[in-house]
């Protein structure tokens, strides 16, 4: 069964870099076909998609902040990754990663849903 | 402002049925599928329904989804107290990102 566990510094600075990493356990991230994303959400407020990553190494941002966004995978450690720069305090937020999967259903519909989550990691902006 | 429009709060007695709404575009809920994910009180997000009626295996048969043109609802039928979370809707957009609802705080009076 696979498990996904957020890593990474709790605490960042404004206008530095946030780095944060997703292990994947229980299974190969390169195996299947499907997107590993990033979610995140601001202490009582909703969800807001960041990106996703295929295995192929194809991504997707928000355009919200994809000026600020890299979504990278490293295969041999079986990890995924998000970097968003220039970070302020609008950045603080509980960050989830998660596994997708997507095609195209009957009557030509694309679908796109997160089956599986990690548990997520607080990360706070402040100097 | 959230891309989808759901109503922030609900509530039920336990046993009633309870549904939530989900209103999108043309760009999103009128082209792709909707799903719906449910949040217990400090955990991650959960699928619920995916593919605008599919439940994942685990998923009680008492939560369906159905979808009609840019709209999709969510139906509770015998509410339980274990209910009570939060509840959202999302569908891809034809913009290339997924999109959410604003989340439904569902409440078991």
């Known amino acids: 069964q696979v498990q996904l566990q957020e890593s990474g510094p709790g605490l960042v600075k404004p206008s530095q870099t946030l780095s944060l990493t997703c292990t994947v356990s229980?299974?190969?991230?390169?195996?299947?076909?499907?997107?590993w994303s990033w979610i995140r959400q601001p202490a009582g407020k909703g969800l807001e998609w960041i990106g996703r990553i295929y295995t192929s190494g194809s991504t997707n941002y928000n355009p919200s902040l994809k000026s600020r966004v890299t979504i990278s995978v490293d295969t041999s450690k079986n990890q995924f990754s998000l970097k968003l720069s220039s970070v302020t305090a609008a950045d603080t937020a509980v960050y989830y990663c998660a596994r997708a999967r997507s095609g195209i259903a009957v009557l030509g519909y694309y679908y796109y849903y997160m089956d599986v989550w990690g548990k997520g990691t607080t990360v706070t902006v402040s100097s | 402002q959230s891309v989808l429009t759901q109503p922030p709060s609900a509530s039920g007695t336990p046993g009633q049925r309870v549904t939530i709404s989900c209103s999108g575009s043309?760009?999103?809920?009128?082209?792709?599928?909707v799903n719906w994910y449910q949040q217990l009180p400090g955990t991650a997000p959960k699928l619920l329904i995916y593919?605008?009626?599919q439940r994942p295996s685990g998923v009680p048969d008492r939560f369906s989804g159905s979808k009609s043109g840019t709209s999709a609802s969510l139906a509770i039928s015998g509410l339980q107290s274990e209910d009570e979370a939060d509840y959202y809707c999302a569908a891809w957009d034809d913009s290339e990102l997924e999109v959410f609802g604003g989340g439904t705080k569902l409440t078991v009076l």
């Open positions: 593919s605008n009626n």
């Open positions: 043309s760009s999103n809920i009128g082209s792709n599928t």
């Open positions: 229980g299974g190969s991230i390169s195996s299947g076909s499907y997107y």
